[in-house]
């Protein structure tokens, strides 16, 4: 479990495919006190650490997450969102992350306005219910609350910290994010589809 609180980022500085899966190694200055088998999340993706080499480790997606995710996309020098687990003694800063990604996103507009940023999100009409004015949400790792929600897009605001110190600060019209909806909001919606189905 995560809190959408970037921790730091790494950069990928090498990318192995093997077979359907494949492996990254991403450099940051957290990697030296990972622990193999730690979780991690990765710009929104919840990632087993593998292996670990000096100022570097080794994370594998399978195919479903390649699927789900825009992990296809990283190649040497993409710029990765890190946040360790949530402890139990912590405070949520955030909200609750999982690190499983629902869906991919499409940036359709980056609008600098004096000294914040705004990006316009298209995401599947199918997540559509889970997408609420002033709702939490996680894109690419980052707890975000949205706004201007539409049926099949949302926007959210970065403050110059966020935009300094995450991904965020490369992603242009075009781009693809790992989006991840609030996890409240999926057991909610679940419990009254079940139940409107007993009713009829």
């Not at 709702?135 to 790792?141: L, M």
Request: hydrophobic share 40%; glycine share 8%; aromatic share 8%.
């Amino acid at each position: 479990m995560f809190t959408g609180i970037i921790e730091t980022t790494g950069t990928v500085i090498d990318v192995v495919a093997d077979g359907s899966n494949r492996s990254f190694w991403i450099e940051s200055p957290l990697s030296n006190e990972f622990k193999v088998d730690q979780s991690v999340c990765h710009s929104g993706v919840c990632l087993t650490v593998e292996e670990i080499k000096g100022s570097a480790h080794r994370v594998t997606a399978i195919n479903e997450t390649l699927k789900k995710s825009n992990l296809k996309k990283w190649a040497a020098g993409t710029l990765v969102n890190l946040e360790r687990c949530l402890t139990v003694n912590g405070r949520l800063d955030g909200h609750f992350v999982q690190g499983h990604v629902d869906t991919k996103g499409k940036c359709l507009v980056r609008k600098e306005k004096k000294g914040s940023w705004e990006f316009v999100i298209e995401f599947p009409k199918k997540f559509a219910e889970l997408a609420i004015e002033k709702g939490s949400i996680c894109v690419n790792g980052i707890s975000l609350t949205i706004f201007n929600v539409k049926k099949n897009r949302f926007t959210v605001a970065i403050i110059p910290y966020t935009f300094e110190h995450t991904d965020v600060k490369g992603i242009v019209p075009g781009d693809w994010v790992n989006v991840e909806f609030d996890l409240l909001g999926k057991y909610i919606l679940r419990h009254q589809q079940l139940s409107s189905r007993q009713i009829v």
